[in-house]
């Protein structure tokens, strides 16, 4: 038999506003939780370990609702569910996320939303599949602000850096692809996501230009053509960096995959494709792959483009 864990009025100060002024400053939030677990195991034995730890709930929350800027409250509260899914031994959440002062004249006490989710209900929610480990040992190094995702796909890569506060532009040719990208971003509350459907294999001179100077953060993951490298470099902004990975020749010639080998690098080519930027990160070989399964053979580039001469990072 189950019990529940409520939390009333956690306060923080928190940055939350569709306007940038509104984001400029913290202003004050609160939360309300309850929270379905099983109590009586730590009842018994009065264990804190057998239960869940109102304290490092709180702690939690707060860290999460001061660290990261949102621009809607249904965006920190996604957050907020998928810390408490992950991190404690919850079946069921259920909070109340307000503004105490809202912008709002009129409105004398608060304003907020209301969101109630079971563990299952979330799980079936967050199935997409994990973003490439070599994406999660890069992120601390990653500059904040906009990114480019090339041949995003559904958006494994787009959604984990929208939910970490990117602003992500996704691109594909695949328009079904990208639809279900956008539903999933709104299901998530996730605004910070435009998508483009875009053919970036067309041959020069009519291979789509991606902008100047524009991106922060670059990701190509499991995609080669090679005709967009100059594209991708000139799209970066000075200091922005390309995080590259995709298949080398071996992982063609071990597993016939993928089935072209013009699909596939030769030793050290992602370093000439990329000449002119400064190679951060560089490995060639046997990689963690997709379902952590069997290893790939693959090349991991990271690589920022240079400031001008004067300026340092």
Known sequence: MGGQIIIEQLEFRGRCGVTPEERARPQPLAIDLELDCRLEPAGLSDDLRRTVDYASVAQRMIELGTGQDSRLLEAMAERFLAALFDEFPVDRAKLWLRKLHPPITSVTKSVGITLERTRHAHQLLHTDPPPAHFLVQQLPG?????????????????????????????TDRDAQALAQLSSTAQARHLTGITTQTVDLELPPPHTPTLGHDIYDVILVFFYLTRPLFPHLINALRPGGVLLYETFLIE????????????FCLAHNELINLTAGLRILHYDEGAHEGHRGIEPVYTAQLVAQKPLPAGLST
């Open 142 to 170: 990653l500059p904040k602000g906009h990114v480019l995702d090339v041949a995003a796909g559904t958006g494994r890569h787009t959604l984990f850096l929208a939910s970490r506060g990117y602003q992500v532009d996704a």
């Open 251 to 262: 992982n063609h010639l071990q597993y016939q995959h993928p089935r072209r080998k013009e």
